[in-house]
Nanobody, 120 residues
Framework: QVQLVESGGGLVQPGGSLRLSCAASGSIFSIRDMGWYRQAPGKQRELVAAITSGGNSNYADSVKGRFTISRDTAKKTVYLQMNSLKAEDTAVYYC??????????????WGQGTQVTVSS
């Protein structure tokens, strides 16, 4: 059993900052890629940022220079630091991790989602 628990969402004014966290727990052998997706009302879920086990990261063009993804391997946690937030960043943010379990079964797991609302 593997769980991903997200935290850090909320309401923030345009230009503000938020930091999202996603902690993985359970029968985990290793974690490969970790990432953040978002889904705004009426839109498809899209990749925001991802980071490999080696620390290489990539970002959606819309967040480059404003968002930073990082991970703490020991804590099995991925973070998303979001600065200079815009109204168009409003969405439910989901954590996604590619995890190998202790039974050596590998698949992608999703968190439950955390709401980020950017509004004055």
């Amino acid at each position: 059993q593997v769980q991903l628990v997200e935290s850090g969402g909320g309401l923030v004014q345009p230009g503000g900052s938020l930091r999202l966290s996603c902690a993985a727990s359970g029968s985990i052998f290793s974690i490969r890629d970790m990432g953040w997706y978002r889904q705004a009302p009426g839109k498809q879920r899209e990749l925001v940022a991802a980071i490999t086990s080696g620390g290489n990261s990539n970002y959606a063009d819309s967040v480059k220079g404003r968002f930073t993804i990082s991970r703490d391997t020991a804590k099995k946690t991925v973070y998303l630091q979001m600065n200079s937030l815009k109204a168009e960043d409003t969405a439910v943010y989901y954590c996604n991790c590619r995890i190998t379990t202790t039974l050596h079964y590998t698949r992608n797991y999703w968190g439950q989602g955390t709401q980020v609302t950017v509004s004055s």
